[in-house]
């Protein structure tokens, strides 16, 4: 026989397996996103799919493939729960320079704040 038949199994390959067969394990459906930038006429494609497994966090499984490839990463618990942080900590900073550009713009135009009207009608 020859020893060329034989494929090896991959890291990402091993770790779907695993997870799908557990019991504690919940899925997400894949989802398949296209990306077409027609400055440089590339299309991408990124498939999905998120495993959760209680008292263990996610696992996303993120497929990559384009005109030159294709390659599959296994994002385990720990690298999905930083890129989850970043992004509730990129969404926190954006309401809070939305909220003062707002004052800001609300005070250029003489209105008073909030609390400013309740005491001014408290006085009355």
């Known amino acids: 026989m020859n020893e060329s038949q ?10 779907y397996g695993a997870l799908s067969e557990l019991p504690d ?10 990306v077409h930038t027609p400055l440089i006429g590339a299309a991408q494609t990124f498939i999905v799919q ?13 497929q990559y493939l384009d005109d030159i490839g294709s390659v599959r990463i296994a994002i385990p618990p720990a690298a ?6 970043q992004r509730d900590a990129l969404g ?3 309401r809070k320079r939305a909220a ?7 005070k250029a135009s003489g209105e008073l704040p909030g609390f400013m009207r309740f005491m001014k009608k408290k006085e009355k």
Request: no cysteine; glycine share 2%; proline share 0%.
């Open 6 to 15: 034989y494929k090896t199994v991959d890291k990402f390959d091993r770790l």
């Open 25 to 34: 394990v919940t899925k997400q459906k894949a989802s398949t996103i296209q």
């Open 50 to 62: 998120t495993f959760r497994q209680r008292d263990i966090g996610d696992t996303i499984f993120l």
């Open 80 to 85: 999905a729960d930083a890129i989850a942080r």
């Open 92 to 94: 926190t900073k954006n």
């Open 100 to 106: 003062r550009e707002q004052a800001q713009a609300r």
